[in-house]
């Protein structure tokens, strides 16, 4: 050491072999704590993984893998946590890794093989197959997986030419046996889904494609075929979903970005259109979905659905004639709408023709049996029918079903005095006029006051001697006395309420 200090080369060069010196002292030190370290996070990992605590155990055992990155079983027991906790895309490198340090490792090998077999990639996973039973021939899963890969291979090319030959349900009956053998494979799944869209079958086509979105790691295509099919369905909350995120995948994917645009655009007026329904704004909820027809006239689920929300909305608005029109025509474009078969009824009791209303109702129920709804209004329907072919007082007065309070008394005026009996000599007119006139003051006086004319309406007669309590008698007239009581002649002024 004293000859360190002489000046020259030779000092320097002993000054450079006593760093050396002192710098492997230090190493050793740092490669015996780390050791140590490494043996305590595979320790600690093996306990947390028998545990169940996958997550704790897989930073322990990252810790061992950076700790001494020439240790096979780190890295084949990192893969067997990624494994349990589902992630074989991360186990698979882990593995691979494992191999190369140790190329006669079998139990990784197999491992390996087994993940590749339900990824789809049989002759990857014959080569891992091959090479565990080359070194141990009587291993018996390996001979199993063996033969699946050589299964799954031959399934594969079987499903791929009958697609190609147009046998969509044989290429579906190979794919069902090979995405047994191979669920982890998007392309097989990908070709089971385009089976179901060619044989229009587009639910069981999204339910194929929705994990094939998540098994590729940039996957617009997916999301983009899977945001076509929810919105050719009528599912446009769920056809944005999934457009949106084909563009965090690639913002700029120009097929994306435009259905994006689309399905934005309808999918706003969709809701609009509800929000306005809610908020009992009728004809501005009709003008939106006169705009969705426009939006998009070439998809029949979204005229349908604007044809029957007009329906609806003509029918709360009471335009009686114009809603018939309007629910017939979507009568006629979904026969088996239960929704459209009620507003029409309801369109029809609005128009008077409650035969036509109880028919509609009727029709309804044989498509839906449990709706109370339904079965409500077919009986006030049948109510009002039945009514109607004893006393209207609608058509009494000549009025629609819905006209106010003054178009009410402003008919029953025009009436009241056409039909006095005052006006007839003949005896027999002036005893038809009697009857006309009472008719007229009956159906005023129903029709005016909000209680009896709510009972009228859900199919009740208020003034039938029937309905009311402690037997027949005589209404409540809407003028101070009943003229007709005496039977004889009469001479009399009334008054309007």
């Not at 999204?206 to 929810?230: E, M, V």
Request: proline share 3%; glycine share 4%; net charge negative.
């Amino acid at each position: 050491m004293e000859s360190c200090g002489r000046a020259g080369l030779s000092g320097v060069l002993c000054s450079l072999s006593l760093l050396c010196v002192i710098l492997d002292i230090q190493l050793d030190g740092v490669l015996g704590a780390t050791h140590v370290e490494i043996e305590h996070h595979l320790e600690m990992g093996r306990k947390l993984l028998a545990a169940g605590q996958l997550a704790e155990a897989l930073s322990h055992y990252h810790s061992a893998v950076e700790g001494d990155s020439k240790n096979y079983l780190t890295y084949y027991k990192r893969a067997a946590v990624f494994l349990a906790m589902g992630k074989s895309k991360s186990a698979l490198p882990d593995l691979t890794r494992a191999i190369q340090l140790k190329p006669d490792f079998l139990a990784a090998r197999l491992q390996r093989g087994n993940i590749l077999l339900k990824q789809g990639k049989t002759q990857e996973a014959l080569e891992d197959f091959e090479a565990v039973l080359q070194r141990s021939p009587d291993h018996e899963e390996a001979h199993i997986q063996f033969q699946n890969a050589n299964e799954l291979e031959e399934l594969q090319e079987a499903a791929h030419a009958a697609y190609h030959q147009g046998d969509y349900n044989a290429a579906i009956n190979e794919l069902e046996r090979v995405i047994e053998l191979s669920p982890w494979d998007p392309e097989s799944r990908e070709l089971r889904a385009e089976c179901y869209i060619r044989m229009g079958e587009p639910q069981k086509a999204i339910q194929d494609l929705t994990p094939t979105a998540r098994l590729r790691n940039d996957n617009r295509a997916a999301f983009l075929k899977l945001s076509l099919l929810h919105y050719s369905l009528g599912e446009h909350h769920e056809s944005l979903n999934h457009i949106r995120e084909c563009l965090k995948l690639d913002q700029d994917d120009k097929e994306c970005f435009s259905h994006y645009k689309q399905v934005k655009k309808l999918s706003k007026q969709l809701d609009a259109a509800e929000e306005l329904i809610q908020m009992e704004r009728y004809q501005e909820a009709i003008d939106k979905y006169e705009s969705v027809m426009k939006t998009e006239p070439n998809i029949v689920y979204y005229t349908n659905l604007a044809k029957e929300r007009i329906c609806f909305c003509l029918v709360k608005i009471k335009l009686a004639p114009e809603a018939i029109d309007a629910c017939s025509e979507a009568h006629q474009r979904t026969p088996r709408n239960t929704n459209v078969l009620r507003d029409r009824a309801e369109a029809f009791i609005l128009n008077q023709e409650y035969e036509k209303a109880v028919e509609d109702y009727q029709e309804a129920r044989e498509f839906d049996s449990e709706s109370n709804e339904i079965r409500e209004g077919l009986e006030r329907a049948q109510k009002l029918l039945k009514v109607s072919r004893k006393r209207d007082y609608y058509k009494i007065l000549g009025v629609n079903r819905n006209a106010n309070k003054q178009e009410i008394i402003k008919a029953y005026r025009k009436l009241a005095q056409q039909w006095h009996p005052d006006n007839f000599q003949l005896e027999t007119e002036k005893k038809e006029a009697e009857k006309r006139f009472i008719e007229i003051a009956s159906a005023k006086e129903v029709l005016t006051d909000p209680e009896m004319r709510q009972k009228f309406d859900a199919g009740e007669d208020p003034l039938d001697p029937e309905n009311q309590q402690g037997g027949g008698g005589q209404p409540n007239w809407p003028f101070h006395f009943n003229p007709f009581d005496s039977g004889g002649s009469f001479h009399f002024k009334f008054q309007y309420n």
